[in-house]
């Protein structure tokens, strides 16, 4: 039954607003039916500061994805993310009486919420419950236990969460234009579905996105997710960085780093200068390549360095057989990939969405990762009439 | 803006005149005379009748024929005074009326090491300025005439108000090796063409900076100092760059280590009319990063409406001669000692009100040491087109102070000239002008009140580049003084928004700042996330850039 659905998935990013429409059949790649991509303002690492102006924006991108895909919007997948999203494993566990001896749906219903009965941070709620696996009386990587012989059934989750008023803030931007929002998703979690295939997913695998507020990033491990969170540092950070370490004003601060920066300080990438043409209010100037680049890769070290420490706090770098994953906006950064190969340690490669289909320059765009990703969550999450179990199955994956 | 007029009425009087003397001089003004340089007549001088009769110029002097007869002196220095003693009054009438005469002589022979002194003396008492372009002997030609050559170079030297010196070995790099005798000889002439050039543009008629020619004299030169001389020319884009790039590449221009001993650069840049400021900026910034710190470095611009599309630019470095011995104390003596001379020297007549003006103007000027040049960018500036090699002897003329509106020059110069301090001796200002300077200076004083003082342009040239020359005269202890002076102006307007601030200062402010201003939670995170919570990891706050928090040494 191959009932087309629209869904339309929604970023509120630093440094642009992306909308995304795209048509989800069960069991299919999605359709992108179209994209409406607008700068961002009024966004600061990842969180809405100012909600008129991010209102405008997000309104401006949702009529350019209307126009695109002759699509009228009234729902929308909404992408959460912001240094205050965490993440933690909680264990659910429920007793099975003894007179039915086997896992039912319900059970597994209710490990989720016990594993959801931990104490969040003040003033956060659940986004998700992501699971990792099940537990039936001990027997552990059991995927499905649905109809397991046993007494005891268990589950890891990871729970992430998020502070309230924030996320708040986003899904009132989003309703005073007049669309609902179906789902707030962390952005990782979202980016994830499309970015990470199953074999990196079982082979154990991170996945980074950076984007212009934030960096996102999740942690595969044996097909589960093992950490995921964000960290409020992107290339907003980078610009500013280098507007402060160099005396330029931000837009040109932007554009250097976008069309000469890069994170080689050494040999022929970091050679030479560039020549910053004047313009009104600004007198042109020259900037050593090499000093460019040294800023840069000093902030972007860093903020890897960062994600490496809380994932190796989670113990989730211990096995990478798919090694690290770069997208968002920064990834396009000239020698990232290397950067973070010192970093990690592993391979680590460049990447974008994928399994969708729809023109090129709308999924191979590394900003667009987390937006697509959302109508993939959507996908996954959906309960379908014909399958429905296998429906209820994945949305119980993802804590629906 | 202030409007300046340019007073044009004093230039009438204004006229130059090329002589070129002896065999080697008169082939460089043949060379002129077909390059048609405009602004100046062109004569010879030779006591070689056959040599006289082949030269393109048609103006032409026979020295001494009498003495030898039309036939040369035959690389006797003595018959070639005797000779232009001989014909001295010829050589005054056809000189007569010129307000600057430039001799082109080639040393070591007779006519020239012998007549060109003299004539040179001559012209300087019928009150013209007197400049002159020399080359020196190519060492395979023998010591003898190294000798004469040297001595001639002395005797200019103490009569003329400028004297460049080419030597000839130095310039055989100049012409390509596998093309002929003639041709290397041809590039050697155009070369002097090139500085006579130079001079000519300096003083001419739209350029308000006679006393230019002093100035190049005597701050450029030390006491028997060679020099570098580089000339490059592009158009398009980056044209200020690629000019710089192929000034430096000339092959006079030398290596990055002879450079590196030049005590002073003058650098004469010059355009067409859509010469922009931003520019000479950039060239300036990316030339002061080339040199040591310790380099003392003259700025000239102008606006050449023949240059149209392009960019030129001369330098002109000051390397002290190393086979003098105990050349820095000699500087030192010889600034005392032109102090003195000049004194003594003087055959005109200064008005006094020239001089306390001019002395005013000096002091005046000290106050505003650091001024930027970004405020003039309205104003023509003067362009010396091709840069002199200056191995002036200063105790020929004191500076002449700031008196026209090169003051307002002199005020942009972020390394002003420290003769003004010390010689408030007056130079030889020749008497038509000094109306013309003081009204100049007036200008020059009000335009200077309306500045608003802005951070100095030219960026410092990075701090730690250890150049070659470890020992600092009394000249670059007072530079650096005044420049650390400027700094501490510069940082103490910091918050005003800096356009340009070139990188290496910028580090070093950047390095300064964290020192002082970085505190956890600081307002200082960049205004960029002022309205978010800071993020906050193992107390460092991720907002304020990365760099800064590493203390990391931006080159």
């Keep these: ?400 | 803006m202030i409007e300046l007029t340019r007073t044009h009425d004093v230039n009438s009087a204004w006229n130059v005149k090329v002589l070129g003397i002896g065999g080697a001089g008169s082939h460089a003004a043949d060379r002129l005379t077909k390059d048609a340089v405009a602004g100046a007549e062109i004569l010879v001088a030779n006591t070689d009748f056959r040599a006289l009769s082949a030269c393109v110029t048609q103006e032409r002097i026979v020295l001494g024929q009498r003495l030898t007869r039309g036939l040369g002196t035959g690389g006797d220095p003595d018959l070639g005074r005797s000779a232009a003693q001989e014909s001295m009054g010829q050589v005054m009438a056809r000189l007569q009326g010129a307000s600057l005469v430039i001799l082109l002589v080639g040393l070591g022979g007779g006519t020239g090491s012998g007549a060109a002194p003299c004539i040179a003396e001559a012209a300087r008492q019928m009150g013209a300025h007197v400049a002159v372009f020399a080359t020196l002997p190519f060492s395979f030609e023998g010591r003898r005439r190294s000798e004469q050559a040297r001595d001639g170079l002395d005797a200019l030297r103490r009569h003329a108000n400028l004297v460049v010196c080419f030597e000839n070995d130095r310039m055989a790099a100049v012409a390509d090796p596998a093309s002929g005798i003639e041709d290397a000889f041809e590039s050697v002439d155009s070369l002097l063409a090139q500085a006579v050039r130079a001079v000519t543009t300096m003083t001419a008629q739209k350029n308000v900076m006679h006393s230019g020619l002093d100035e190049i004299a005597a701050t450029v030169a030390e006491h028997r100092a060679t020099a570098l001389f580089g000339y490059g020319v592009a158009a398009g884009e980056e044209r200020a760059r690629a000019a710089l790039a192929r000034a430096f590449s000339n092959p006079l221009f030398e290596s990055e280590g002879a450079l590196a001993s030049a005590t002073r650069l003058w650098v004469f840049v010059s355009g067409g009319s859509d010469l922009r400021w931003s520019e000479v900026q950039l060239l300036m910034q990316e030339l002061t990063e080339r040199i040591s710190s310790e380099v003392r470095v003259f700025f000239g611009a102008a606006v050449d409406p023949e240059l149209a599309g392009s960019v030129s630019v001369t330098l002109l470095a000051g390397i002290p001669d190393s086979a003098d011995a105990g050349a820095r104390s000699a500087v030192r003596s010889s600034r005392v000692e032109a102090i003195a001379y000049s004194n003594t020297m003087e055959p005109f007549a200064i008005s006094e009100t020239a001089a306390a003006a001019s002395l005013q103007q000096v002091s005046h000027d000290r106050e505003h040491a650091a001024e930027p040049l970004g405020t003039h960018a309205e104003h023509e500036q003067h362009v010396e087109d091709p840069a002199l090699e200056v191995p002036l002897n200063p105790s020929e003329h004191a500076p002449e102070p700031l008196a026209s509106l090169g003051a307002e020059f002199r005020e942009m110069d972020p390394f002003p000239l420290e003769e003004q301090v010390s010689a408030p001796q007056r130079s030889v200002p020749i008497p038509p002008y000094e109306a013309a300077k003081e009204r100049r200076e007036s200008a020059a004083q009000s335009v200077k009140r309306v500045e608003p003082t802005v951070e100095p342009v030219f960026p410092e040239p990075i701090a730690d580049k250890t150049e070659i020359n470890p020992s600092r005269t009394v000249a670059a202890d007072k530079e650096a003084d005044r420049r650390e002076v400027a700094e501490t102006h510069a940082e103490a307007e910091s918050h005003t928004p800096p356009e340009v601030a070139p990188l290496s200062a910028v580090a070093k402010r950047a390095k300064d700042t964290v020192q002082e201003q970085m505190r956890f939670e600081s307002p200082n995170r960049g205004g960029r996330f002022e309205k978010t919570d800071p993020t906050i990891v193992d107390g460092e706050d991720l907002d304020v850039p990365t760099f800064m928090r590493q203390h990391l040494p931006l080159e």
């Excluded at chain 1, 659940?126 to 005891?152: A, C, M, R, T, W």
């Excluded at chain 1, 695998?205 to 950490?227: E, H, L």
């Design chain 1, 1 to 400: 039954m191959a009932k087309e659905q629209i869904v339309v998935g929604l970023e509120i990013g630093t440094s642009k607003v992306a909308a995304v429409v795209g048509d989800v059949r069960p069991d299919q790649p999605i359709h992108i039916l179209g994209v409406g991509l607008t700068p961002s303002r009024g966004v600061r690492k990842g969180e809405i500061v100012d909600l008129e102006t991010a209102a405008r924006c997000v309104r401006d991108a949702l009529a350019d994805a209307e126009v695109a895909s002759d699509v009228d919007i009234r729902t929308v997948y909404l992408g959460i993310a912001g240094g205050h999203i965490g993440s933690f494993p909680s264990r659910g566990s429920v007793l099975i009486p003894e007179d039915r001896g086997e896992v039912t749906y319900e059970d597994i219903q209710q490990v989720q919420e016990d594993a959801r009965k931990v104490q969040l941070p003040h003033d956060h709620c659940f986004i998700h419950s992501v699971l990792q696996q099940y537990y039936v009386d001990g027997q552990d990587e059991v995927l499905n236990p649905l109809g397991f012989q046993g007494s005891k059934l268990e589950a890891d989750f990871q729970i992430v969460h998020g502070s309230q008023k924030r996320i708040n803030n986003s899904i009132r931007c989003v309703q005073e234009l007049g669309v609902q929002v179906t789902q707030p998703v962390f952005n990782a979690v979202a980016a994830a579905q499309v970015v990470l295939n199953a074999d990196q997913k079982n082979a154990g695998a991170v996945m980074i996105d950076m984007g212009g507020g934030t960096s996102d990033y999740i942690a595969y491990n044996n097909g589960a997710v093992k950490a995921c969170g964000s960290v409020a540092i992107g290339g907003d950070h980078i610009t500013n960085d280098i507007s402060i370490g160099l005396r330029l004003p931000m837009a040109r601060a932007e554009w250097l780093k976008v069309q000469e920066g890069g994170v080689l300080t050494v040999g022929e990438p970091a050679a030479g200068r560039v020549v910053l043409k004047p313009e009104a209010g600004f007198a042109g100037c020259a900037v050593e390549r090499k000093l460019l680049n040294t800023i840069i890769s000093c902030r972007v070290r860093e903020t890897l360095e960062l994600i490496k420490r809380e994932l190796e706090a989670e113990k989730a770098l211990r096995y990478l057989g798919g090694g690290v994953l770069l997208t968002g906006g920064c990834s396009l950064l000239e020698g990232i990939d290397e950067l973070a190969g010192e970093v990690f340690g592993v391979p680590v490669r460049l990447t974008h969405a994928h399994a969708v289909s729809g023109p090129a320059s709308a999924f191979e765009n590394p900003q667009l990762s987390a937006a697509i990703g959302l109508i993939k969550y959507a996908q996954a999450t959906q309960p379908e009439s014909s399958k429905k179990q296998i429906g209820k199955f994945f949305g119980r994956l993802f804590g629906r």
